[in-house]
């Protein structure tokens, strides 16, 4: 079901949560979790940085929060945080997120999920597969090592619901979620599609 073909608010003025399917085949891909071991010694935290050329990493800042980032130091340009040296500003030396107490924009919190391009299927982003957390030793399905994404996406009791689901070894399955965080994520979208199609 598309976004556009469902009604925003119900007869009260209430709004109506998007419906969203979720590919079970994708949150069961391995992957190990972002544990500071793991950083120091294995990733270094890849997923922070940008290759243009090589890997399309786009760093991308929804309008509500961009003088939240400005504030903290980051330089937003068409809804793309600017990372010279292919590199997120708010990377530090020792590949940790300098602003993950005062909040990672909402592109990074909800990494590595996605959504489709043209659709509403979550799934895990592609460039995920290139980093070395990808099934690797002590790899857990996306589900689990990534729960504190989809809680924010989904929040707990449905993430909990999700996890139940999952484990039973079900398939995919459809889920609601809030309208104003879909709305924010898709525009995140578009912000990338639109640099991408300026760097190609
Ligand atoms: S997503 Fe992967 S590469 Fe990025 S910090 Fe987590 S474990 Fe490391
Ligand atoms: S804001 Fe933090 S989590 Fe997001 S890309 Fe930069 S360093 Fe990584």
Same mark, same amino acid.
């Given at each position: 079901?598309?976004s556009q073909?469902? #009604?925003?608010k &119900?007869i009260?003025?209430k @709004?109506?949560?998007?419906?969203?399917?979720i $590919?079970a085949?994708s949150? /069961? &891909?391995?992957? !190990?979790?972002?544990t500071l071991?793991?950083?120091s010694?294995v990733c !270094?935290?890849?997923?922070?940085?940008?290759s243009?050329? @090589?890997?399309?990493?786009?760093?991308?800042?929804a309008?509500? @929060?961009?003088?939240?980032?400005? $504030?903290l130091?980051?330089?937003v +340009?068409?809804g793309?945080?600017q990372t #010279?040296?292919?590199r997120c500003?708010?990377k530090n030396d020792q590949?940790?997120c300098?602003?993950h107490e +005062? %909040?990672? #924009?909402? %592109?990074?919190?909800? $990494?590595?999920?996605t959504?489709? +391009?043209?659709?509403?299927?979550?799934?895990?982003r592609n460039? *995920?597969?290139?980093? /070395?957390c990808w099934r690797?030793?002590?790899?857990?399905?996306? *589900?689990?090592? !990534?729960r504190? $994404?989809l809680?924010?996406?989904?929040?707990?009791?449905?993430?909990?619901e999700?996890?139940?689901h999952?484990d039973k070894g079900?398939?995919?399955?459809?889920v609601e979620?809030?309208?104003?965080?879909?709305?924010?994520?898709r525009?995140n979208d @578009?912000s990338?599609?639109a640099?991408?199609?300026v760097?190609e």
């Open positions: 079901m598309s073909s469902f #009604p925003k &119900d009260f003025g @709004e109506i949560p998007v419906r969203v399917k $590919s085949k949150l /069961r &891909d391995m992957f !190990h979790p972002c071991g793991f950083i010694k !270094h935290a890849h997923c922070c940085e940008t243009l050329t @090589e890997q399309h990493t786009l760093i991308a800042i309008p509500f @929060e961009q003088p939240r980032i400005e $504030s130091g980051g330089v +340009k068409n793309i945080l #010279p040296n292919k500003t708010f590949n940790l300098s602003i +005062k %909040g990672q #924009p909402l %592109g990074c919190s909800i $990494s590595p999920f959504f489709t +391009k043209n659709g509403n299927t979550l799934i895990v460039r *995920y597969r290139r980093l /070395r690797a030793k002590g790899a857990k399905p996306a *589900y689990k090592a !990534h504190r $994404s809680e924010i996406l989904f929040g707990a009791e449905k993430t909990e999700i996890a139940q999952l079900g398939g995919d399955l459809v979620m809030d309208r104003e965080i879909f709305a924010r994520l525009g @578009e990338r599609f640099a991408l199609k760097v």
